[in-house]
């Protein structure tokens, strides 16, 4: 009975996101812009904006000793990463409990995607190149984007590093190379070349590999006398090849355009969970992949009063999963999946008046899906998201309003296709600054929002049902930002609370139908979430050549299942997710060097559907710490850097019988030219 | 002289019911039941989860340890223990993803051995299921064989190749029963069909016997008949129940679904459980191969999500598991009237076989 359940969790976990800032306006990128200006930018918006949004900046992640945007999203409050270990391991992102499902990733301003799974794996990317990784929960106030980033509870988005030129040098770049515990080898490059002042170019391309195979002390029961062992994960290399490239045209003094491409391939072993008795011999598992995306983006003010962009793509993943040990007849289980996706989107932007605006988007999106399964359905599905949108600010209030209409279009070669489905998604948000003199701000936000059911929900042999419907959710939000400086010494202070409820309806569950042996995804869990986020952010300038940044987020989140009453899970926390779980970080600036500190903790959380003892998952906390220089040479910029990571050196889990490495060392060696 | 006469025929009546065919020889290793003042109850845990649980209740007493393997030992017992046997003053419990077989003294619980059920380059061989006989305890592995134990040496010294996944296990007529499922191959819907018979003397496959789609369990009465059923393929091909006499014909028992079953006292005691709907118990004499009880349950008990049956040989007490696959299942105990006895709740998550203890 176990191995049916055991093929169908082997779908691989690729995150959605989308991107929370729209797509910037291509022609201020030829310019410079101060670092500093930007800090202030980012911040200001955090602050502003009338749903959560935060932001970590360049400078704040090379701060966090980070190797992924996944390590990097955990600092975020509200998010929920389920990490399976190491840096092969599959990472997947969950805000406010809403599932990885619901939150969409993007890519400078579009869409990652996979409709097979439906999740985005975050430990894909690294943050070589990442300028700013952002989270905006429930949507951005930016209504002048594609209807797509309308279209998830929350969404991250990871925006890449846009050329930049000094003292009108031609050419820019940016050699690096870190190493690390368990074989870490990285080297990245990077290139800017300014063909004139309208045209600029960008390569970069990094590899990445690891042994991984760090030792771990395996518990084999929970009691403080158990038995204890040693043990050293195997089978989980990684070795990661990434390519992107870019153009960046300033077609007219109104308008410009970007052209992306991005190649990815990654080849890795799943190591599997830590089974007693059989840690060696469990998981051979191979997985390998790659990625080809290319995406463009165009934009023209046409008038004070008009503005249109246009946002296209195709995108081909490939994904190649064997078990060399499984005991079938073939001796093997191996699968081969590729997808494909062309998109494209239409937006305009109406300036009405001085404080309201108005924009409306279009997109349509077809995705394909191959597997080598037998007797596969070989689905299409063509999605079509229309939005209108109107945004009201001034000075003291900031309001966002949007109504998204979703129509799909299903298709299959082998069977009946899943109902086209369509659905209206309101959303609106307010934001308001009741007092003149204080940087106090109130804010509120509902959305109403859906998730398709993946290709897998639909149709993975056996278990795949076509009748499923989507997945509904309803968020609410009430907050608070405050912003305030202390003179010099101080010179930023910020808190934001908010308060959240949300309700997921028709959730899609895997569940016995017949019997145990006959498994089927359903419509049948129900899910509400109540919690609060928490955070703050300081500067602190104790003098001329000493400065303090630090930050910190907290959150407490309560996910009942709802489902069945009768049920012993009734009303118990949904499984990993912990109620109490937050980070802090803190850089000591100096002349001489930077010091960082940085924290992540989490309370218990449940392996399993009741709030048990047997199946507590114990809380942790990883502590890092690092040491940077930077320092002026004939070459350019040089940085380096060292870190320790979880120096308690603690094999803590985050899923259960999927230990992370305990203490690690990582140096990197920049220089900037 | 007459007592002479009566002495010697006495003799004969010995000597003639000592020479008995093969079939009717009990095992020598074998004890007799007695009263159960002890049950053990293994549970299988989830997939990945190394949460299998041996829960041992008294009673006596009506105290019940969900954790005993780790109490009384320290450790875990593995993921998804699939399997319990109970056989002379041991216990055998079959792990499935780990990959052991753990031998365990019956009266305090304690690990004796752990042995190592794994593949020549080092993976688990999947052991599913374990019966025992003179001396040895056969288990069945989904790399296609069946091991044999050594129950002094507690060592393996033997291993037969048979059909694809082999499941249930039997031992009758000297020869060993191993219905072949062929589940792992679900995906193409192409299961194995057969059931291997291995000689217990020169341990190789003697004959292999068509009885149906994705054989399952295997249990033989005390005349010699083997009983098989078929879980087909979930979809066009229906679940079926059959009996393999000892000149190995097969023949379909209808109007009978079994989801589980046990034989116990030449009875067999048949689960019968559609999800949504209460499990359902029948009672089959296996002598007249007729169904005796329809519902075994007399007084109304209803028993949603029924998952494993056991039938204990002294009392005729039947224990039946229920499962919902996300929380601890319990445990239903009837006495052999049908008429509910007690309850265990939550015993651990998948509870599987009740083995009984003196």
């Known amino acids: 009975m176990k191995f049916y359940k055991k093929v169908s969790i082997v779908g691989i976990a690729m995150l959605w996101a989308g991107t929370n800032l729209a797509p910037q306006n291509v022609a201020d990128s030829l310019h410079q812009l101060p670092e500093v200006v930007i800090t202030e930018k980012y911040d200001d918006r955090e602050i502003r904006s009338s749903a959560p949004l935060q932001i970590l900046t360049k400078q704040t992640l090379q701060n966090l000793n980070v190797l992924q945007v996944s390590d990097a999203v955990k600092f975020f409050s509200g998010v929920n990463v389920k990490d399976y270990g190491g840096i092969g391991g599959l990472k997947t992102v969950s805000v406010r409990s809403l599932g990885a499902a619901h939150t969409s990733v993007s890519y400078n301003g579009i869409p990652l995607s996979d409709a097979q799974t439906g999740q985005i794996d975050i430990g894909k990317f690294s943050l070589d190149n990442v300028e700013a990784l952002t989270l905006s929960l429930g949507q951005n106030d930016q209504i002048f984007m ?197 998109y494209g989107s239409l937006a305009a932007l109406f300036k009405a008046f001085q404080h309201l605006s108005f924009s409306a988007s279009s997109d349509l999106t077809r995705q394909t899906l191959d597997a080598n399964f037998y007797n596969f359905a070989y689905p299409t599905r063509l999605t079509w998201q229309s939005v209108v949108a109107a945004k009201y600010v001034s000075d003291r209030i900031l309001a966002t309003s949007s109504l998204l209409f979703t129509q799909t279009f299903e298709s299959v070669k082998v069977g009946d296709p899943a109902d086209n489905q369509n659905r209206w998604s309101p959303y609106i948000s307010v934001s308001v600054k009741p007092f003149e003199n204080h940087d106090l701000r109130l804010r509120a936000f509902y959305k109403n929002i859906f998730r398709m059911p993946t290709f897998n929900d639909l149709y993975y042999t056996a278990i795949g049902k076509r009748t499923l419907k989507p997945e509904d959710t309803d968020q609410f939000n009430l907050g608070a930002t405050y912003s305030t400086s202390f003179g010099t010494i101080v010179p930023l202070l910020t808190f934001t609370a908010d308060g959240f409820r949300n309700n997921v309806k028709n959730k899609i569950v895997a569940y016995p139908v017949k019997n145990v042996f006959e498994w089927s995804m359903m419509n049948y869990g129900k899910v509400e979430i109540s919690g609060l986020d928490l955070s703050l952010e300081t500067i602190v300038r104790f003098s001329e050549k000493i400065g303090l940044l630090a930050g910190s987020n907290f959150t407490y989140q309560k996910a009942l299942n709802m489902t069945d009453p009768k049920s012993s899970a009734y009303k118990n926390q949904l499984p990993y997710t912990p109620r109490h779980s937050g980070g802090a970080h803190a850089t000591l600036q100096t002349t001489l060097l930077d010091l960082s500190y940085s924290l992540l903790w989490s309370g218990i959380q449940y392996a399993g559907a009741q709030n048990v003892k047997q199946n507590e998952v114990s809380g942790y906390t990883d502590h890092s710490i690092s040491i940077s220089k930077e320092k002026k040479t004939r070459l350019g910029n040089m940085r380096l850097s060292v870190e320790a990571l979880n120096i308690g050196n603690k094999n803590y889990e985050i899923v259960r019988y999927f230990p992370m490495p305990g203490r690690s060392f990582r140096g990197t060696l920049s220089i900037y030219f | 002289m007459r007592k002479n006469l009566y002495l010697l025929l006495m003799f004969l009546a010995a000597f003639f019911t000592a020479c008995d065919d093969t079939d009717k020889i009990v095992d020598p290793t074998e004890v007799p039941p007695s009263q159960t003042n002890k049950l053990m109850i293994l549970c299988e845990g989830s997939f990945n989860g190394n949460n299998s649980t041996l829960a041992y209740y008294d009673l006596s007493t009506k105290n019940i340890d969900k954790d005993f393997f780790n109490t009384v030992n320290g450790r875990g017992l593995g993921d998804t223990a699939n399997d319990i046997l109970k056989y002379g003053s041991k216990i055998y419990i079959v792990v499935n993803v780990s990959g052991s077989i753990e031998v365990l003294d ?59 996944d082999p499941d249930g296990i039997c031992i009758k007529n000297n020869k060993i029963y191993v219905a072949n499922s062929g589940g792992l191959d679900y995906a ?23 009885v149906g789609t994705n054989p399952y369990q295997v249990f033989a009465d005390s005349e010699g008949d083997v009983y098989v059923t078929t879980r087909g393929n979930y979809d066009d091909i229906a679940p079926t129940f059959n009996k393999i006499s000892p000149n190995y014909e097969v023949t379909a028992i209808n109007n009978v679904q079994v989801s589980e079953f046990t034989i116990v006292n030449d009875k067999a005691y048949i689960l019968y459980n559609k999800w949504g709907n209460p499990s359902t118990i029948k009672v089959l004499d296996c002598s007249t191969e007729k169904v005796v009880t329809e519902n075994f349950v007399t007084d109304g008990t209803s028993i949603s999500n029924g998952y494993k049956i056991s039938a204990d040989p002294y009392s005729g007490e039947v224990y039946v598991t229920t499962s919902d696959y996300f929380t601890f299942g319990n445990v239903f105990c009837f006495d052999k009237n049908g008429k509910f006895n007690f309850q265990l709740s939550s015993v651990g998550l998948n509870p599987n076989k009740v083995v009984f203890l003196n």
């Open chain 2, 188 to 210: 193409t819907g192409i299961y194995d069909t057969t059931v291997s018979i291995i000689g217990l003397q020169n341990f190789t496959v003697e004959k292999t016997i068509e």
């Open chain 1, 146 to 342: 594609p209807a797509r980033l309308f279209a998830s509870t929350s969404a991250l988005d990871i925006r890449t590093t846009l050329p930049s030129f000094e003292n009108n040098r031609q050419f820019s770049g940016k050699a690096s190379i870190k190493g690390g515990s368990f074989g870490l080898f990285n080297p990245s490059f990077y290139l800017a070349k300014q063909f004139s002042n309208r045209l600029a170019a960008t390569v970069n391309g990094e590899w990445l590999s690891a042994n991984g195979k760090y030792p771990y002390l395996l518990r084999y029961g929970n009691a403080k006398g158990d038995s204890t062992s040693w043990e050293e994960r195997k089978n989980t290399d990684v070795q990661n090849l990434r390519l992107e490239g870019a153009l960046f045209g300033k077609i007219s003094e109104k308008s410009a355009a970007d052209i992306r491409l991005y190649y990815y391939r990654s080849d890795r072993g799943l190591p599997g969970a830590t089974i007693f008795y059989n840690t060696d011999g469990f998981s051979k598992q191979r997985l390998d992949e790659n990625t080809f995306f290319v995406q463009a983006h165009y934009e023209n003010t046409l008038s004070q009063l008009w503005s249109i962009q246009a946002n296209a793509k195709y995108n081909r993943g490939y994904v190649h999963y064997l078990d060399p040990t499984y005991l079938g007849s073939e001796g093997k289980l191996e699968n081969k999946y590729t997808q494909k996706e062309q």
């Open chain 2, 106 to 164: 019956a009266k305090s619980g304690r690990s004796i051995k752990n042995i190592d059920m794994k593949t020549s380059t080092g993976e688990s061989k999947q052991p599913r299921y374990a019966a025992a006989y003179g001396g040895k305890v056969y288990v069945t592995s989904y790399d296609d064989t069946v091991t044999r134990i050594d129950t002094a040496t507690l060592a393996i010294d033997g291993s037969v190749k048979v059909g694809r």
